[in-house]
């Protein structure tokens, strides 16, 4: 069936509530309602049946959870007999009722109840392996569509979809659950659950559950205004409370079809009841609201991309794009790439965030490292510290194809171009997974010299995109900026055409700013004016580095100019305060200023440490590289001044939050020694070898990240290998790395088993080696039980372990 | 609903680790300073609630009806209760993004973040309290939350509190397979309800409740 199509014609009504009808019949609380399937059949098909007599058009089938983590097989059936029995019980139902009109069955697939990684303990491709199982028995039991419902996490959304389209051909409807402010559970806004899905492909989308109709109506707007597919609306029978044990809700029938009859009204096409709601509430829609011609769904021309969290409208007011995470010409960024050095990624993430960015382009492609696996981390890591959405850019196809998969959102692609085969790549991975893609104006016969070369190029791509079901408002254009080093009118080629794809196309565009000066000198000054230009152009987003004053004051200033920044206020939050010329110089004077009077002021390196002030030992240790070679300032003036701190904080006169501080401080100051030596050739000492990992089933990790922090500080070369690791893996890398101390923790008395597991393990495989553990539920006694060379009762102790295996400094 | 205005500092600094004689010195002030004000931007609490008459309570099990719980512990702190609630309480996942991302980025700030967050949860359920005091009516009183992992309330029954509150699609708290709550920043408990006149002497609260004698956190 279409949807589309059908809708055009009528409303379409769905069924009311399934769970609290069952509870009305005697589920019992915590009782899984799919088990009745199996074990009251008669009554499913009675509330079905009664559904289709009250006017439902299409019948959910009973089977909202049924998902392998709720049945996992034995005694309470498996899955496919749940959906089985779930299919026959809607069909017997449509064969007992009452009516000529067409009834639709749907497979009805809620959440698996779990969280996601990286927040839960649930992988991304589990999840699609555990809808796939459901779409496949729900197809196979005579589903005519699906019905992807009460989703409040976007992730987990994308999985039940791409499970649902990857293994099925049928029409797919996808509803989320927002709260009274518009959110999803996981922070998404209706705008990003709408850019996602479209993104995805599906037919229909929404929301249901969580709130009553009378709630629902901004945020049905929202989606009104930004859907091009059709809207189904499926709310609560208003707000629950609870009455002896009971849920209740407070909308009659006749009240919730005055409301649900408004919002077909506002523009929803597809409508139907969820908890609370009776077939009364149904008949009663059903009677004001069937014969409603529906409001026609239109196409929205919004260009947005999203994370998990945030969408990102491109159009309105020009985008940035930050840069940085890009290896090109940094030898420090390469370094981190082979040494997958992720923090790295994620400082260079939260600085380009902090100075203003909009959205992060990651590029990790380096010759000499496997960039799909790479590109995958980098993108999950910098979701897991960032909120802002990314821009995927690479020419590996199997990178990009990876990193659109497990991306948390709709993402920036970068980039496609004219080129026959290119496209043939790209489009695809956009047509599946949803994105809005940079394309290049360029195809197999180069760069057109002329704006009217690179128009034509552009029509090219939109012609070829739309086959792909891409529309234009999902494509970014990048004039090419190139540089006037070479060809003085190149600027205003690119100029020229960025206004034409614009005015003539209707389409947006996009620059890799700081290109145009390449090979001249004091690049800041004409990049920004040139970025200047091309906003007053209508360039919809740039690429540029946010960390670069020039640019962010052009940014600012423009928007400011252009009456896009009303009364000013974003560039009086950023610049008030500051004097005219030079301000960004005056500033830093002034920090240096305020420096150099603390450390005239009394505080050494070590006393920097000691307080925990990061800025000020680094730039003590700036200071003192000046007149001492860096070995003798961390033997001299840090190490004393860590030493002291431990002392402190396990005689009780030092609390956690100081030591760490001290450590952060000790590492600031660290890193200036570390660059120094660097500089001039000087191989840096370690200590030796420390892994640490959160055991299998634990994903606490605070306690090992405070003792990673410490051991680091004392110049042990710490290999972290994060949360809930599996045994084999730890006993894997401690073969390779040689390392003859390994460090566990474990927050749950459940995961200590996982404990033993892994010391047996590595005691077993890597002789000699030294286990050190610690964690909330361990004392020294439960530790020897399980093996355990040492207790760690806190980081210090950790520390002063590690100095009896490894030896201590000089 | 929560309000920041009733975290108490001296808690914070107590899951911190200091003592009511320790002095904080003002780095750690200005950080738990500002670690409030980001919780109160990111966190949602959302919370769900449902009352229950207690079938009957012998030594050693409860009985609801629908579920018969075995511990000591939980039956003497339900004693001469005859209804129960199930509270499940979160600040939700924008928190544990934060809390995640500075275990990545600054663990100083982790850290103080935690005991914010603790803070935070524990009043929060203060004010969940309050709402079911209101759902009873008058004339009932409360016992202390008692969550499951208490003495020898069992931590598998976590799995039942989520399943019968229906905690994932309300409010969007689950369990790891290691029975972890996710959210972390998250509370599940019982609370006994007595009718007013019947109740007997008020049990020990709080710490005291607690069989943990070595606990690093206990207030004494």
């Known amino acids: 069936m279409n949807i589309s199509e059908r809708v055009r014609e009528r409303i379409i009504i769905w069924d009311g509530g399934m769970g609290s009808m069952l509870q009305e019949r005697g589920l019992q609380p915590g009782e899984l309602p799919e088990t009745w399937n199996i074990t009251h059949p008669e009554v499913v098909i009675d509330i079905h049946r ?278 090109t010409g940094k030898p420090k960024f390469k370094q981190a790439l082979r040494d997958h050095n992720i923090d790295y990624l994620l400082r260079e993430a939260a600085a380009q965030q902090e100075a203003g960015a909009h959205i992060l382009d990651v590029n990790v492609g380096l010759p000499e490292i496997d960039e799909p696996s790479m590109m995958e981390d980098a993108v999950r890591e910098i979701q897991s510290v960032t909120e802002l959405p990314l821009q995927i850019d690479t020419s590996d196809m199997e990178a990009m194809e990876r990193a659109l998969r497990i991306y ?113 000198p004091a690049r800041p000054g004409i990049n920004a004016a040139f970025y200047t230009m091309a906003l007053q152009e209508g360039l919809s987003a740039a690429i540029i580095n946010p960390n670069s004053e020039d640019m962010m004051r052009a940014y600012f200033s423009y928007c400011a100019l252009a009456g896009l920044d009303s009364n000013c206020r974003d560039y009086i939050s950023r610049y ?57 300032i961390i033997n001299e003036e840090m190490i004393p001044a860590l030493n002291e701190v431990g002392q402190g904080f396990e005689k009780g006169t030092v609390f956690l939050p100081q030591l760490l501080m001290s450590a952060e401080a000790a590492k600031a100051a660290f890193e200036v020694l570390k660059a120094y030596m660097a500089r001039q050739g000087v191989a840096q000492e370690k200590k030796g070898k420390i892994i640490l990992a959160t055991v299998k089933g634990d994903i606490h990790d605070i306690g090992k990240n405070i003792v990673k922090v410490l051991l680091e500080n004392y110049s042990y070369e710490v290999i972290d290998l994060g949360k809930d690791v599996p045994p084999e893996r730890v006993v894997e890398c401690a073969l390779e790395h040689k390392a003859a101390l390994v460090g566990l923790s474990a927050l749950m008395t459940t995961t200590v088993p996982s404990m033993e597991e892994t010391i047996r393990q590595l005691h077993e495989h890597v002789p000699g080696v030294k286990v050190m553990v610690g964690g909330a539920v361990l004392t020294e006694e439960y530790a020897r039980t399980i093996h355990a060379d040492a207790y760690c009762k806190d980081a210090m102790a950790s520390v002063n372990y590690a100095e009896t295996v490894l030896g201590k400094r000089g | 609903m929560a309000d920041s205005k009733d975290w108490e500092l001296r808690e914070i600094l107590r899951y911190l680790g200091y003592k009511t004689k320790d002095v904080p010195d003002q780095a750690v002030l200005d950080m738990i300073q500002e670690m409030k004000s980001l919780l109160r931007e990111h966190m949602q609490p959302r919370r769900v609630f449902r009352i229950f008459p207690i079938v009957g309570i012998e030594e050693g099990t409860v009985d609801l009806g629908f579920s018969v719980i075995r511990s000591k512990n939980l039956a003497k702190n339900l004693a001469g209760c005859t209804q129960a609630a199930f509270l499940a309480a979160t600040l939700g996942s924008g928190t544990e993004r934060l809390v995640q991302k500075y275990r990545k980025m600054q663990m100083s700030k982790a850290v103080v973040l935690e005991a914010v967050c603790t803070e935070a949860i524990e009043k929060y359920c203060d004010s969940c309290e309050a709402e079911i005091r209101s759902a ?52 599940t408990a019982v609370i006994g309800a007595a009718a007013e006149e019947g109740a007997c002497a008020e049990p020990n609260r709080g710490c005291r409740a607690c069989e943990k004698a070595d606990c690093a956190y206990r207030k004494d």
């Open chain 2, 136 to 187: 009873l009516g008058e004339g009932w009183k409360l016992r202390p939350r008692f969550s499951p992992g208490y003495g020898d309330f069992p931590l598998e029954y976590q799995r039942q509190m989520i399943g019968v509150l229906d905690t994932a699609k309300r409010i969007g708290l689950t369990l790891t397979d290691s029975l972890l709550m996710m959210p972390s920043k998250s509370v």
């Open chain 1, 576 to 632: 008030a305060g500051q004097n005219g010329q030079g301000t960004l110089a005056a500033a830093n004077q002034a920090q240096k200023d305020t420096g150099s009077d603390t450390s005239r002021g009394g505080l050494s390196l070590g006393q920097s440490i000691q307080k925990g002030l990061r800025e000020q030992a680094a730039s003590e240790a700036e200071q003192l590289l000046k007149a001492r070679e860096p070995l003798d």
């Open chain 1, 50 to 327: 009664q559904y289709i007599e009250a006017g439902a058009d299409i019948i959910n089938m009973n089977t909202f959870g049924a998902n392998r983590l709720k049945f996992p097989g034995g005694e309470g059936g498996s899955v496919q007999e749940i959906i089985r029995a779930a299919g026959q019980n809607a069909r017997r139902a449509v064969e007992k009722s009452d009516t000529d009109r067409e009834i639709l069955i749907a497979l009805d697939i809620g959440p698996t109840g779990k969280l996601l990684k990286p927040l839960g303990d649930l992988d991304f491709e589990e999840a699609c392996r555990i809808f796939a199982e459901q779409v496949i028995e729900g197809e196979r039991s005579g589903a005519d569509l699906i019905l992807i419902e009460t989703m409040s996490d976007s992730y987990e959304m994308k999985a039940a979809v791409l499970a649902a389209k990857e293994n099925s051909r049928l029409p797919v409807v996808a509803t989320m659950v927002f709260d009274e402010k518009g959110k999803l559970l996981t922070g998404g806004t209706p705008a990003a659950g709408v850019a996602l899905l479209e993104g995805l492909g599906v037919d229909a989308l929404g929301i249901n559950c969580g709130l009553g109709p009378v709630q629902m109506k901004e945020i049905v707007k929202e989606l009104l205004a930004y859907a091009s597919v059709p809207v189904a609306v499926i709310p609560n029978a208003g707000l629950p409370r609870s009455e002896n044990g009971k849920t209740v809700y407070d909308i009659d029938a006749q009240a919730f079809a005055r409301e649900m009859d408004e919002i077909v009204q506002m523009g929803a096409v597809i409508v139907g009841g969820c908890c609370g709601t009776t077939p009364e509430h149904i008949r009663c829609m059903r009677e004001r609201c069937a014969l409603r011609k529906p409001v026609p769904v239109t196409e929205k021309e919004h260009t947005i991309v999203t994370s998990y969290a945030a969408a990102v409208e491109i159009g309105r007011r020009s985008v940035i794009i930050g840069e940085r995470i890009n290896p």
């Open chain 1, 408 to 520: 948390n959102g709709k993402a920036l692609v970068n980039s496609v171009n004219g080129k026959e085969e290119v496209m043939n790549q790209v489009f695809p991975l956009v047509q599946k997974y949803g994105g809005v893609v940079v394309a290049l104006a360029l195809d197999e016969n180069g760069i057109p010299e002329t704006a009217e070369g690179r128009i034509a190029v552009a029509r090219r791509i939109y012609d070829r995109a739309a086959q792909f079901g891409i529309g234009k408002k999902d494509i970014l254009i990048d004039g090419l900026a190139m540089t006037i080093s070479s060809d003085s009118r190149s600027a205003l080629t690119t100029l020229e055409t960025i206004s034409r794809v614009k005015e003539e196309l209707g389409g947006r565009t996009i620059l890799g700013v700081s290109n145009i000066s390449f090979g001249l």
